[in-house]
Every structure is written in structure tokens, then in C-alpha cells.
């Protein structure tokens, strides 16, 4: 496997500097520390312009080839932010704070991105321009688009973009991919039932709206069984379910919320008309009363293809082609570098973390030993599409 030997050199530094983000960890916007890091790090590296607050708490860093080149500038993204869960790795790095954990190794793609930049910085063995995106709020706080909406893509002049996530049961070496849709948008639903409280035992004076929310979920799970081409991909998850708070009371309301994914903009309408459709059909039909809240998160992760095959190309070159997976399934997870990758031509890969705990999991850890596979693939990146 050829990794770059000098990435093999400071290996144990950025080993060290992921489980240091790992034991501090930080969610949505609120990634101070973190960033702080980041930005001193780029700063002691060299780099030739370090910026902080783009996209709130967003860092990024400028690196200049040897030769000015064509002028084009190739960006490479990861994320800093954290998850709202308590950790059970009980890893000697793991999190100081209760409730906070890296679970999904964002602390692992900054490092991975921070090792990168150290090397470009070092060699600048491209012409051009490379630029290092480190964003927060990632997991549900759309912390992309926030860069993006402060002129991430103009005031960089960035004409393509790049970003990588690691894949726990992925062998270590192993990369995988595909061109167009690779992660679904995620949409998010809370479906509040009016109907009308009364004492536990005369229901029949009252609209129970546990009966009604109870008949919604269950409704709810027909629109892909019946109303989605079995070809197709979508889901329906309900994922929460609130009501009452007495034995002997029956509740005025009750609330049910959950996710909608899709991976195509006409199968995302689909479900949100029948979900709509559905609820008020089965409210109706029980004289109660419903309010839809449906809110359209993250958009689809579209690779784009000529981006995707350079970027096939290049991962081929750094872990061999025999363990680069081209034509990957999509994943129903959601990734708000769709934002970025709606602005630039780009592509989005997996990385393998070996046989570790699911991501979002409490007893998830990232894998080191992959650090210098992935720093490998982002120089290798630049250094390809900006030959010096």
C-alpha cells in the first residue's frame, strides 16, 4: 500500500491530536476549542492564510503550490463537531464530557485533514491552490451550508471539492464510492394529534389520541410497502412517540415525530404528500385534529462523475485499485457536504474503519491506524489535479 512515507513520521502526532479533540469533544456550533485548535495548528504549519468564524465557528486554511499554475483551487472538507451521546469505550482518551462523545469520527477526519495540510504545506509539490475546510455543526446543525452562505465557494475561488467519511465495518484499506446519489436527504416530521382528554374509564366520552397516534404509526408504514416502487429506495421511521402522563387520564394530544429519507427529489415529494395525506385521513377518520410539522433537512449527496472517477482514480493509487469499490451502494444516512457538493463539481468517499461499533453508537471509536491511508488519499488528491 503506498502511503506517503512522511505521514508514517508523524503519525503518532496526529494520533495523539485526534484522541486530545476526542477527549474534548464539542457539538453543533459550539466547537470553540476545537477550532482554536485547528487554526493554531494550520498557523505552526505554515499555511499561507488561516481564517476562523466562516460559517460561525468554521476554519479554513490556504496552502499555495510552487507555481501559481492555472489558477485553480481544489478544496478538501472535514468536520469537527460532535454527538449528544455518553461514551462506553472506556478508552483511556475517552470523552471528559458527560453526554458528549466523538461518535461518528469527526475527530478523526480533522486529523486526518490537519496531517494533510501539514504535508501540502511542507511540500507544495502542486500548482494551484489547495484549501482546507474544517466545518462544524455536521450532525444536524447544516454547518456546510452556513460556510457556504458566508462565501466559503467565492472568497476562495474554489472550483471543486472533496470530502471523506470513515465506514466501520469497511476493512482497513478498503475505499468505496459511486457516482451520483450516495446519501439520502434526510427530512425530519412531528405529527402533533389533538383529540379530547377525559377520565381513563368513560373513553367513550373522549377522542383518545394515543388510539389515533397509535393507528398513525402503524399508517404511516404503508407509504413505502404500497405507495413506493419496490425499485426504488426510501424510508419512513418513526422515532418518537409522546403522550399523556397520568394512569387514569386520558391526554388532550400526543406526538409522534421521525425521519424520511430518499435518494431521489421526486420519490422526496412522494412521501412527503402521503404523509400528509395519510395523517389527516386517519385523524379524520377518528374525529381528531392534526398538525403536520415537515421540515426538508439535508439534501441528496450527489457525487458528481467526472469528479468521482478522478477522485476512484486517486484512491486506486494510494490503496491499490483491487480494494476501491466504484460502484458502491448508496447509504440512507444523510450528509450535509451535500450543500457543498450542490455549489461545486466534487466527490464524497468512504474510507474503511476496520471492525468497529456502528457510527452513532456509545462504544464507537475511530481507528488510527487508517490516519495515514487518508492523509494519503487527500495529498495525493492535489497533487494530482494541480501537477506542478
Known amino acids: 500500500m503506498p502511503i506517503v512515507n512522511r505521514f508514517a513520521d508523524f503519525h503518532d502526532d496526529l494520533a495523539a491530536l485526534r484522541r486530545d479533540i476526542h477527549r474534548h469533544p464539542e457539538l453543533l456550533y459550539d466547537v470553540h476549542r476545537t477550532a482554536a485548535t485547528v487554526a493554531a495548528k494550520l498557523r505552526d504549519f505554515g499555511l499561507d492564510e488561516v481564517v476562523t468564524g466562516i460559517g460561525r465557528t468554521g476554519v479554513v486554511g490556504v496552502i499555495h503550490g510552487r ?18 451521546i455518553h461514551e462506553s469505550t472506556g478508552k483511556p482518551y475517552a470523552s471528559t464530557v458527560p453526554g458528549k462523545m466523538h461518535a461518528c469520527g469527526h475527530d478523526g477526519h480533522t486529523a486526518m485533514l490537519l496531517g494533510a495540510a501539514r504535508y501540502l504545506a511542507e511540500t507544495r509539490n502542486f500548482a494551484g491552490t ?28 474554489i472550483g471543486e471539492v472533496y470530502g471523506m467519511h470513515n465506514m466501520p465495518g469497511l476493512a482497513v484499506g ?18 402533533r394529534v389533538t383529540g379530547r382528554g377525559g377520565h381513563a374509564a368513560r373513553p367513550h366520552e373522549a377522542i383518545d389520541p394515543i388510539v389515533v397516534a397509535t393507528a398513525l404509526v402503524q399508517q404511516l408504514q404503508t407509504i413505502v410497502s404500497r405507495s413506493v416502487d419496490p425499485i426504488e429506495s426510501a424510508v419512513v421511521s418513526v422515532t418518537k412517540f409522546h403522550a399523556g402522563e397520568a394512569h387514569n387520564v386520558i391526554a388532550d394530544t400526543a406526538e409522534i415525530g421521525g425521519t424520511v429519507r430518499t435518494l ?125
Open 130 to 157: 489547495a484549501v482546507v475546510i474544517f466545518q462544524p455543526a455536521e450532525e444536524g446543525g447544516a454547518g456546510a451550508k452556513a460556510m457556504i452562505d458566508d462565501g466559503l465557494m467565492e472568497r476562495w475561488n
Open 264 to 388: 431521489k427529489p421526486e420519490m422526496r415529494d412522494l412521501i412527503e404528500t402521503r404523509l400528509r395525506r395519510v395523517a389527516e385521513g386517519v385523524a379524520s377518520a377518528h374525529a381528531a385534529a392534526v398538525a403536520i410539522d415537515y421540515n426538508r433537512s439535508y439534501p441528496i449527496t450527489r457525487n458528481h462523475a467526472g469528479a468521482t472517477a478522478f477522485a476512484v482514480g486517486v484512491a486506486a493509487e494510494v490503496v491499490g485499485a483491487a480494494n476501491v469499490n466504484a460502484d458502491a451502494p448508496p447509504v440512507m444516512g444523510g450528509e450535509d457536504f451535500s450543500y457543498m457538493l450542490e455549489q461545486r463539481p466534487g466527490a464524497f468517499i468512504f474510507i474503511g474503519n476496520g471492525d468497529s461499533a456502528n457510527l452513532h453508537n456509545a462504544a464507537y471509536d475511530f481507528n488510527d491506524e487508517i490516519i495515514p491511508i487518508g492523509c494519503s488519499y487527500w495529498a495525493r488528491l492535489v497533487e494530482t489535479a494541480l501537477p506542478g
Open 174 to 191: 478498503k475505499v468505496q464510492t459511486r457516482p451520483g446519489p450516495l446519501l439520502a436527504a434526510t427530512d425530519e416530521f412531528v405529527i
Open 67 to 84: 507555481a501559481p499554475g492555472d489558477g485553480k483551487t481544489i478544496a478538501l472538507r472535514a468536520d469537527m463537531d460532535a454527538l449528544p
